[in-house]
């Protein structure tokens, strides 16, 4: 499975947002675009779910439907008089599946989120952290094929931060599913993507993650050097 960008161009009035753009996103990878507001990382993430459509070329998804594409946006977009329970379950019941299933799949995620506890507790009264957890298990309960995370952690504390970034790790990797992440944060793009990309010149460029096999990265040298690394490459813009 796959998304295929081909020779695509977008333009919005007489801004020229991406030129001639090719690249191929492979099957259980994280990819991470990182850079500052106003760099196109939103327009790209509307194009590679098909909510815009490019000026020229196109997004073509190989092996699965666009209904296998998940969106988590940046401001969690959850029903705040939902018992987070239901909030799991809304996806499910949207796509018709059935109730015994339902109940399995959403026990299973609750467990894995740290949820259990909070299940008959509304979502209006979760914390932060707590409702970003909801959020991201709603994009996981139908097992999406390509996941896509808007900011998952902008609005957070540190350890919220940090916790969420684990948890994303650990689904992605229980999964195997394609993961996008959007953010501006340069050390959650190194902490988390396999490859990260760039925008420049109307093109991505990509930076393979050379830390992501480390053990305990954030306690690792490396780590704060490729960080480094990377914030230069992103001001080079």
Same mark, same amino acid.
């Given at each position: 499975?796959?998304?295929?960008?081909?020779?695509?161009?977008?333009?919005?009035?007489?801004?020229?947002?991406?030129?001639?753009? &090719?690249?191929?996103?492979?099957? &259980?990878?994280?990819?991470?675009?990182?850079?500052?507001?106003?760099? $196109?990382?939103?327009?790209?993430?509307?194009?590679?779910?098909?909510?815009?459509?490019?000026?020229? $070329?196109?997004?073509?998804?190989? $092996? !699965?439907?666009?209904?296998?594409?998940?969106?988590?946006?940046?401001?969690?977009?959850?029903? /705040?008089?939902?018992?987070?329970?239901?909030? *799991?379950?809304?996806?499910?019941?949207?796509?018709? @599946?059935?109730?015994?299933?339902?109940?399995?799949?959403?026990?299973?995620?609750?467990?894995?989120? &740290? %949820?259990?506890? %909070?299940?008959?507790?509304?979502?209006?009264?979760?914390?932060?952290?707590?409702?970003?957890?909801?959020?991201? $298990?709603?994009?996981?309960? @139908?097992?999406?094929? !390509?996941?896509? %995370?808007?900011?998952?952690?902008?609005?957070?504390?540190?350890?919220?931060?940090?916790?969420?970034?684990?948890?994303?790790?650990?689904?992605?990797?229980? #999964?195997? &599913?394609?993961?996008?992440?959007?953010? #501006?944060?340069?050390?959650?793009?190194? !902490? %988390?993507?396999?490859?990260?990309?760039?925008? =420049?010149?109307?093109? *991505?460029?990509?930076?393979?993650? /050379?830390?992501?096999?480390?053990?305990?990265?954030?306690?690792?040298?490396?780590?704060?050097? !490729?960080?480094?690394?990377?914030?230069?490459?992103?001001? =080079?813009?």
């Amino acid at each position: 499975m796959e998304i295929q960008i081909k020779n695509l161009n977008f333009q919005f009035k007489n801004n020229i947002i991406f030129q001639n753009l &090719n690249y191929t996103f492979q099957e &259980n990878k994280i990819y991470v675009l990182v850079g500052p507001s106003g760099v $196109g990382k939103s327009t790209f993430l509307d194009l590679l779910t098909k909510s815009l459509t490019p000026s020229q $070329g196109e997004v073509i998804y190989h $092996g !699965f439907s666009a209904q296998e594409v998940m969106t988590v946006f940046q401001n969690n977009q959850l029903f /705040p008089w939902l018992k987070v329970i239901d909030a *799991l379950r809304l996806p499910l019941k949207i796509q018709k @599946v059935a109730k015994e299933q339902q109940i399995t799949k959403v026990k299973t995620l609750l467990e894995d989120l &740290n %949820l259990t506890p %909070l299940a008959e507790q509304k979502v209006a009264t979760l914390s932060g952290g707590q409702a970003q957890r909801v959020a991201i $298990g709603q994009g996981l309960v @139908v097992n999406p094929s !390509f996941l896509c %995370l808007d900011e998952p952690t902008s609005s957070l504390d540190m350890e919220s931060k940090e916790e969420i970034q684990r948890l994303i790790l650990q689904e992605q990797k229980k #999964h195997g &599913n394609t993961l996008f992440i959007v953010t #501006h944060d340069i050390e959650e793009a190194a !902490f %988390l993507g396999d490859e990260i990309l760039l925008i =420049r010149n109307q093109q *991505l460029h990509p930076l393979t993650n /050379p830390t992501k096999t480390l053990r305990e990265r954030r306690d690792s040298l490396d780590f704060y050097e !490729f960080c480094i690394q990377l914030r230069k490459e992103v001001r =080079r813009r």
